[in-house]
């Protein structure tokens, strides 16, 4: 038999894990190609390296062309590419994940299908955020209100921390230039936050659309866990950008979120926090294996064959 061709794919235990990955890279206007296991970006300023396995998430905007080859060994390595639009506000589409268990999956369709764990997994998250406003009778529509009466708060307070005007949320889908600096710097700082999110939901091996607070949206979930960190990271960072008034303020805030994504260590706290609260804490590096359903919660091995020895087969 004829070897197949091209390196041999990595194994899970060689990959870096989603937690210790660079967070994202945001490429526009050049052509993407790799070179070995390294990534190279080719534009009028000269040519960027870097390996595609310690980046968790490549963000592609207009003018990128990235060749086959460049996305064999993205794949490979488990990186999520995420095609965006001008200044990564917006999300078209997205690659392979780096999980190969669907062991996370399974836990949140469990979850989100019943009634009483959706609403025991959506009072955790507001606990998280609200660890002091959230009483055990209080119902969706009073945590929702709850809610909104905090985020109105918290972009009040992160505006006057920053000296900045806020005269409240104010988005255009598709024209970022038709809200007032502010809200444009909110609007970059959480589509990377998005942008992040969604890498490390995927990666998991989880459902972007089954969400627990947001429902009927593809991104459902990422909205969820990204609702975790905005007021906190995301907001007063985005008050700040705006603050030094910077002649190119979407690339500024982009570059202010990635390096708050480093000091946070934002990666391993989204991996945790998905964990716990989907109730999962095994360690799936070395999951890469199929099984076959066995009723219930009962499974066994795949890849041979369960003909039962008395069965009278027809042929």
Not at 192 to 220: E, K, M, N, Q, W
Request: charged share 25%; with cysteine.
């Amino acid at each position: 038999m004829k070897p197949i061709p091209g390196p041999r794919p990595s194994e899970l235990r060689e990959l870096t894990r989603v937690e210790d990955r660079v967070t994202f890279v945001y490429l526009e206007r050049c052509r993407i190609h790799r070179d070995d296991n390294a990534i190279t970006a080719v534009d009028e300023a000269g040519t960027l390296y870097f390996p595609a396995a310690t980046v968790a998430a490549l963000m592609l905007g207009p003018g990128t062309d990235i060749s086959h080859q460049a996305m064999v060994v993205l794949a490979d390595a488990g990186a999520t590419v995420v095609w965006v639009g001008e200044e990564a506000v917006r999300y078209y589409a997205h690659g392979r994940p780096l999980s190969r268990t669907s062991r996370l999956l399974t836990a949140q369709v469990d979850a989100v299908s019943n009634q009483r764990s959706r609403l025991a997994v959506a009072r955790r998250m507001y606990e998280m955020r609200f660890p002091d406003d959230v009483a055990e009778s209080a119902t969706m529509q009073q945590l929702r209100g709850r809610e909104g009466a905090r985020v109105k708060r918290g972009y009040r307070t992160a505006a006057r921390d920053a000296g900045v005007e806020w005269n409240g949320r104010e988005y255009r889908s598709g024209d970022l230039e038709a809200s007032d600096a502010a809200n444009q710097a909110v609007t970059a700082a959480t589509s990377c936050l998005y942008g992040v999110v969604h890498a490390v939901v995927v990666a998991l091996g989880c459902s972007p659309g089954l969400g627990f607070i947001h429902t009927g949206h593809d991104r459902s979930f990422v909205y969820d866990i990204a609702d975790l960190y905005k007021m906190e990271l995301a907001v007063p960072t985005a008050f700040s950008v705006v603050a030094q008034n910077p002649a190119d303020l979407p690339s500024a805030v982009r570059l202010a979120m990635r390096d708050r994504f480093s000091e946070t260590k934002l990666m391993t706290t989204i991996v945790r926090d998905i964990r716990g609260l989907l109730g999962d804490d095994v360690d799936d590096r070395d999951w890469d294996v199929v099984e076959l359903w066995d009723g219930g919660h009962n499974t066994v091995a795949a890849g041979r064959s369960w003909i039962p020895e008395d069965d009278d087969l027809p042929w």
